[in-house]
């Protein structure tokens, strides 16, 4: 019969969903979305049951520093609550829905046994550190990494040119090498090291596929050149021969089709077996397509427990410091350059915790507020620097663009007379200063920025913030109010994964336009501000280099 919509066209008439669901670092959150229109038709969280092991193990084995992990069964956990309760919620039959897609953090990788089980929850490993899923804030590997970039800058390794010159302690191989050296019987036990999001994938469908920009970024793979060979890792370590065959593809594009949901995928989520799985992806390049951005030239910065700043362009350009730059890293046509901050809501959540008196926090509840609303608004009529005091926003060590997990915070210039909130709000520059830092090398390196678009829940929490990324920045901040970017984001890929055969959509411009955000909030750089925070960058700039660059190595000492 011929189609009475005419060839290409898309019946309206049946309502179609797609389902993202975000894995951060604390918790997952899902969204059920209508793919003709973007309307978020239901939400649900869920907060990790073992949340983040930094300090110990659930039997109770104490961890050392730096270390950040997580248990597999919390995501599982995830799909078997927010899934079932947005449909149920919402009414939505599961039969509507037309894919599910889901963004991790990352690297968040996890070593598995030959049945794609995670060897935490096999008995012989489950009191094994080494065992369990290592969080993209687990730093305790930086001495490797750093041997890895010293190793790779004797042999004048072409492919270090995309990581900025240097491998970072969140990525995937300084995590394995580390595991080789530390607990080599979780190494030769483990068939493969997968990043956590490609695990859930391949539990829902069964599909080997594994995402190709979470390896481009985190796994130093390129679709020319696949990943450095043995040759490079006998130099290093001769226990690394052969890590290679521990990271199999297929290394697939996000937005692409991972496979389907089988009988145990459908029970443990309430969907329909067969109902189609985009491969996984990041949350930060998720987040693109969530705030309407399609193309080069827009930075757009994640702004969450941590910072990922992403921007695209044609062509490709030597960024030092940069976390990648992977073509059809972030979205196909394009140079993907991602770069960031290690903490920012981290470590605001550090000073309202530990340096915070109790009679803030009482007065913020008598207020009805939460204490960072109420800090912010104590620092409301502050003038920029007007806490007296330069931070380093390095809690979390240096993403960008010093790539060292092993720098730490600094503040310089407290008095007897300094209080919490001078602290805060010291806290909150620093974070603009470290932004700019990664914007300005983007620049200088070639790559243009026309416009700043920031995302996360900081965007809509902080606008004290979003007007120091105006003012320290001197360009125009879009801040984006949605709620659930990374999960729209992830929803997004999953409509084109299924196609408009299926009811979703044959491109991510097709896509975008009919379902992302536009909700957003202009905060323009007033003059008078920007001046004086175009001196204490300076200020910034010295601290930065004469703590981060060699100048003075205490920090690492001190660790």
Known sequence: MADPLGAGRKSITVTRFSIGVDFGTLSGRGVLVNVETGDIVATSALDYPHGVMSEQLPSGTPLPPDWALQHPQDYLDVLNFVIPHMLQSSAVDPSAVIALSIDFTACTVLPLSDSDTPLCL?????????????????????????????????????????????????????????????????YESATEFIEAGDWVIRHLTGSRARSSALAGYKALWSAQDGMPGDDFWRGLDKGLVGVGGKLPGPYLDAGSLAGRLTRAGAELTGLNPGTVVAVANSDAYACAPAVGVTGPGAVVAIVGTSVCTLVMDPDFHVVPGVSGAIKNGILPGYVGYE????????????????????????????????????????????????????????????????????????????????????????????????????????????????????????SRKSPMLMQMYADVMGRPVRASQTLYGAALGAAIFGTVAAGAVAGGHDTIEAAVDAMASTDEVLYQPRPEAQHAYEKLFAEFMTLHDYFGRGANDVMKRLR
């Not at 305790?140 to 270090?160: G, K």
């Not at 800090?375 to 920029?384: E, I, M």
């Open 339 to 458: 770069a960031g901050q290690a903490a920012v809501g981290d470590m605001l959540a550090w000073c309202v915790k530990h340096a915070v008196p109790a009679s803030y926090t009482e007065e913020a509840a008598k207020q009805g507020v939460d204490i960072h609303t109420h800090l912010q608004a104590l620092a409301a009529d502050y003038a920029p620097g007007g806490s007296g005091l330069m931070a380093l926003d390095w809690w979390n060590g240096n993403r960008s663009v010093l790539v060292d997990g092993a720098l730490s915070g600094a503040v310089v210039g407290y008095t007897l007379g300094t209080t919490a909130v001078d602290l805060y709000h010291a806290l909150l520059e620093s974070a603009a200063y470290g932004m700019r830092v990664v914007v300005d090398t983007l620049v200088t390196s070639g790559v243009p920025v026309r416009e700043i678009v920031i995302t996360g829940g900081i």
């Open 122 to 186: 096999l008995d012989e490993f489950a009191d094994n550190p080494h065992a369990y899923v290592k969080l993209w804030k687990h730093h305790s590997a930086q001495d490797l990494a750093t041997r890895i970039t010293e190793h790779a800058q004797r042999r004048a390794e072409s492919w270090l040119a995309r990581y900025g010159g240097k491998v970072s302690s969140e990525w995937m191989f300084p995590k394995i090498w580390q595991t080789l050296r530390e607990a080599p019987e979780v």
